[in-house]
Each structure stands twice: as structure tokens, then as C-alpha cells.
């Protein structure tokens, strides 16, 4: 009892306690538990955390990106995938050298998400990540519905929002330039944009990474994240979560400096927690953290040795998506 009452003072009352407060909150506020997180940094307290990461991320999102990058011409190796661990966490980074070889492509299910395994066989990619944000109610939704905007092959299939009105959007351009934090469809039209997805934050823009420090770092989650070095080579991270004994996650700050140490100069987050997997020669490269398996979803970013012949399906055009049920049936 004494150690009890002594653990309590010392994770509600020290400053030491309240960072693993708030760490734990952060990692709740990711999953679909996160009513759970008022029961250690409070209700009000809840709600002004999740507004101040809204807020922060639109911030990071609008750091001005210089895209220094120039495209090399790729090596006869195209595609790599390396291992990587840390404290708490495993994963692994697929390496595209030819960023031009990336199709945003999306689900053919009428009404429905489609697993991004499936995807890839169904059109021959090569390896590939899942994408963008979607309509998830209780995070147990059908993935049909896309949050935000896709573009795939320079067509604008899906955009919630005005066309003069920003968000944040993680993709590449006609020349494979990496397109990260917040823009307009219009303004992306502009740039040439190619391939893109809602999600965010932007954390790494011109070589420097945005988030802090580990307080900063959006709890720890399964994460999927998507980086571009100067040569043009494309990096997509993928974490392993929510599986003790195994891997538990990594934050935000864990992996900007896993990218860093590779020479990223530009990375934004994707969808991650139990969306986040990986898929390479028709099979699962990760441990997905769901317990039904991989996700349904909207969309993924996947890679092909032809990408210019892929046709991509847009089963939203003339459905009336403000009225869609996303939950799960």
C-alpha cells in the first residue's frame, strides 16, 4: 500500500510522473481508446492537448519547403527494404531510388476500403505502404471514405474540401519531388503534383526535423511515414506496434531521427496505428497491429516498374460522399 500510494504522488505530483502522463495520453489519443486519456491528464486537459497538436501540425505544415532535391537517375537495385530496431520498437525502411515509380492507387471495392495487399496484386505493384486519412468512425470504419484529397496521376479523384481551401498533404510531383505539409488543390495543381493524400504533420523540412523533442513526439503508435533524400530516393518507414514482447511503437521524434540519420531533407507522416503495413513480392513484410488483420482502406502509395500503365479506380465519382455511412458493415 505504501509503495501504492507512493507510485501515485510520484506519477501525479513530479514533473518526472507528468511526462509519462502525458506520454501515455498521447500514445491513448492515437487509438480508439482515447476517451481513456482523460483519466490521466483530465477531460479539459484532453481536449486542449488534441487542439494544440491540430494547431502545431498546421504549423509545421506551412514551414516554407525549399525542395532542393535533384532526381539522380535510379541504380539497377531500385527497390531495398532494411531492418531497423530501436528502444521499444521494430520495423523497416523501404527504399525507392526512382521516385517516379510511386502511383497513389485506391480501392475497387464499391462501398468499401480494400486491403493494400490486395491492391498490389490486383495491379502488379511491386511493394508499397498504405496512404491517406479516411472517414473512421470509432476506428472501425469500412475505408471507403477518404478524408481530405487524392490525387493519382495528376487527376484530382476525391477533395472534401474547397479548391482554394489548404490542408495537409503528403505526395510527389511530375518530376518526383516529394510534396509535404499545406496546400490548396489549386496550389497543388500548380506545383504539378502527381501522387497525394491527406495526413500530417510535416516534421522534417530543407534537413531539419520539427518535432522537439520525445515529449513532442505524438506518443507512441505503430507509425507509417514517407521521407525523400536529396539524391530523390524515396524512404517509406514502417513501425510495428501495440505488441508487447515484440515491438510497442515509436514516436514521432524516434523516427524523424531515424530519417535524419539517412539523410532525409524532407518527411511527413502517414496513416498509422493499425492501418500501418508494409507489402513487398505479394506478401505482408510487417506484423500489423490489428487483431482482424490488415486494414481495408481508401488508398496506398504504391510502387511499379511501369507506373505510367497502371489504371486507378475512382468508385467516388457521382456517389454522394457527404451522405456515405463509413461505419463498419
Not at 480501392?107 to 498504405?130: C, D, F, I, W
Not at 500503365?309 to 456515405?324: C, E, Q, T
Request: aromatic residues 10%; glycine residues 10%.
Amino acid at each position: 500500500m505504501l509503495f501504492s500510494i507512493g507510485f501515485a504522488a510520484w506519477f501525479y505530483f513530479t514533473p518526472w510522473g507528468a511526462n509519462l502522463r502525458y506520454l501515455m495520453a498521447d500514445t491513448l489519443i492515437t487509438t480508439q481508446h482515447r476517451y481513456l486519456a482523460k483519466y490521466l491528464i483530465g477531460s479539459e486537459e484532453l481536449q486542449k492537448r488534441v487542439e494544440k497538436y491540430n494547431n502545431q501540425f498546421d504549423e509545421m505544415g506551412d514551414v516554407k519547403d525549399l525542395r532542393e532535391v535533384t532526381v539522380a537517375p535510379p541504380a539497377q537495385t531500385a527497390l531495398r527494404v532494411e531492418h531497423i530496431e530501436g528502444k521499444g520498437f521494430q520495423g523497416y525502411i523501404l527504399y525507392v531510388q526512382d521516385p517516379k515509380m510511386i502511383r497513389v492507387v485506391t480501392t475497387a471495392v464499391p462501398g468499401k476500403g480494400e486491403r493494400v495487399l490486395s491492391m498490389a496484386e490486383r495491379t502488379g505493384a511491386l511493394a508499397g505502404v498504405n496512404g491517406g486519412a479516411f472517414d473512421d468512425p470509432n476506428w472501425n470504419g469500412n475505408g471507403f471514405k477518404p478524408a481530405g484529397i487524392v490525387i493519382s496521376g495528376g487527376e484530382v479523384l476525391y477533395n472534401d474540401h474547397k479548391p482554394d481551401q489548404k490542408l495537409n498533404v503528403v505526395g510527389i510531383d511530375r518530376n518526383g519531388v516529394m510534396v509535404a505539409g499545406r496546400y490548396s488543390q489549386d496550389e497543388l495543381m500548380k506545383m504539378g503534383a502527381r501522387e497525394a493524400v491527406t495526413f500530417q504533420p510535416k516534421f522534417i523540412v530543407n534537413g531539419k526535423g520539427l518535432v522537439r523533442n520525445e515529449a513532442d513526439g505524438w506518443g507512441i503508435a505503430p507509425r507509417t511515414c514517407m521521407a525523400q533524400k536529396k539524391d530523390g530516393t524515396l524512404m517509406f518507414v514502417v513501425i510495428d506496434g501495440r505488441q508487447p514482447g515484440y515491438s510497442m511503437g515509436a514516436t514521432l521524434y524516434d523516427v524523424q531521427n531515424i530519417l535524419l540519420e539517412r539523410g532525409a531533407v524532407t518527411a511527413a507522416n502517414l496513416d498509422g496505428g493499425s492501418s500501418t503495413v508494409l507489402v513487398k513480392d505479394n506478401q505482408i513484410i510487417n506484423r500489423p497491429s490489428s487483431q482482424y488483420g490488415p486494414r481495408y482502406l481508401p488508398t496506398a502509395f504504391l510502387i511499379y516498374e511501369h507506373p505510367e500503365s497502371v489504371v486507378v479506380s475512382n468508385l467516388w465519382k457521382g456517389m454522394d460522399m457527404k451522405h456515405f455511412n463509413s461505419a463498419n458493415r
